[in-house]
């Protein structure tokens, strides 16, 4: 049984926070909002009155709080963390936050003496309430064997990301995906409505698709992943389609904000010479407007 400072219980640090309690560790609790408390000092977790005191005798303390600046502040302001932590213990922050500022907090606590890991977390509250979260483990070896069993008991799956602060880093690519995605649907969804189609024929369809199942694993693997650019299905097709689903969007009034914004990047692509590569050469469109050294091979007829 280890002692646990747990700061930040809102809608998915509670049930975090529950399921270590019914785990069998001894917890040491704080949240500026003293309603959150509540319920776990019903079932046995010690209510603290300062991130200070919570970490008061912790093994390991646990943030989930909504942003970077929190983070800092519950760890290094006033009657923060740092102020009472015994230098052995483990700092793991749970939240979602800026990487360059979870770096930041990393070096800035290492050079007080204090071992800190980023452990972001995937999927929702319900979740998070059936201890099946998945676990994106940033940290080094020995931080993540140390973290692991109190991490198995708030999650049901644990991904090595790589080192320190690749656990924020894999949780910022996945939410940027998911999240850009979910404007993208709601544009393909609104333009099915408009054009009297079954949502239900369009799921179908999509669900075998790259459209449905994305292009990371579809697309991507045989052709520029692999650096061959040969069509099999060429940019100045896809800029076509494009084209056609905008408008009609036009004409239905439907609004793409994310449709115009790829279409005038497959555009570029074009202007760039590559109409006739593959449409997933768009990744190498992307790389080169960023600077980035090509990976193309000459394979591109
Ligand atoms: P929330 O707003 O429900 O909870 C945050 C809690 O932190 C609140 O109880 C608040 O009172 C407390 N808090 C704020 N400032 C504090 C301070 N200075 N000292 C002590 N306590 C303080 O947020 P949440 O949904 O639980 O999210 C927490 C983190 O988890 C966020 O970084 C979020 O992005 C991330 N996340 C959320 C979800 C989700 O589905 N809700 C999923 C994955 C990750």
Same mark, same amino acid.
């Given at each position: 049984m280890a002692t646990v400072a747990f700061i930040g219980l809102g809608q998915m640090g509670q049930p975090m926070a529950l399921n270590l309690l019914k785990g069998g560790e001894q917890l040491r609790i704080y949240d500026r909002n003293p309603n959150a408390m509540q319920a776990l000092t019903e079932q046995g977790a010690f209510s603290c009155d300062s991130p200070a005191e919570a970490a008061e005798g912790a093994e390991f303390v646990i943030t989930m709080l909504p942003n970077g600046d929190l983070v800092k502040e519950v760890l290094l $302001?006033? !009657? $923060?963390?740092?102020?009472?932590?015994?230098?052995?213990a483990l700092l793991i922050d749970m939240s979602t936050i800026h990487p360059l500022q979870s770096d930041q907090l990393r070096e800035q606590l290492a050079q007080l003496g204090f071992s800190y890991m980023d452990a972001p977390v995937g999927r929702t509250s319900d979740h998070a309430v059936a201890g099946t979260l998945l676990i994106l483990g940033g940290g080094d070896a020995t931080q993540l064997e140390r973290a692991r069993p109190l991490l198995m008991k708030m999650g049901s799956e644990l991904i090595? @990301?790589?080192?320190?602060?690749m656990g924020i880093r894999v949780k910022l690519i996945n939410n940027y995906m998911s999240i850009a995605l979910n404007a993208l649907s709601a544009e393909a969804a609104t333009l099915c409505e408009g054009l009297g189609l079954s949502f239900d024929v369009a799921l179908e369809v999509m669900q075998g698709t790259p459209a449905g199942? $994305?292009?990371?694993?579809?697309?991507?693997p045989n052709k520029v992943l692999k650096?061959?650019?040969?069509? @099999?299905?060429m940019i100045d097709l896809a800029h076509k389609d494009l084209g056609i689903a905008m408008d009609v969007a036009n004409q239905l009034h439907v609004t793409m904000p994310m449709g115009a914004a790829a279409r005038e990047l497959f555009s570029q692509a074009r202007a760039a010479?590559?109409?006739? !590569?593959?449409?997933? @050469?768009i990744l190498e469109q992307v790389r080169a407007a960023s600077g980035l050294t090509s990976k193309e091979s000459t394979k591109t007829n």
């Open positions: $302001g006033e !009657q $923060g963390v740092c102020s009472k932590l015994d230098s052995k090595e @990301a790589g080192g320190p602060g199942k $994305g292009h990371f694993t579809t697309t991507w650096g061959d650019l040969s069509p @099999a299905f010479g590559r109409g006739k !590569q593959d449409w997933t @050469a």
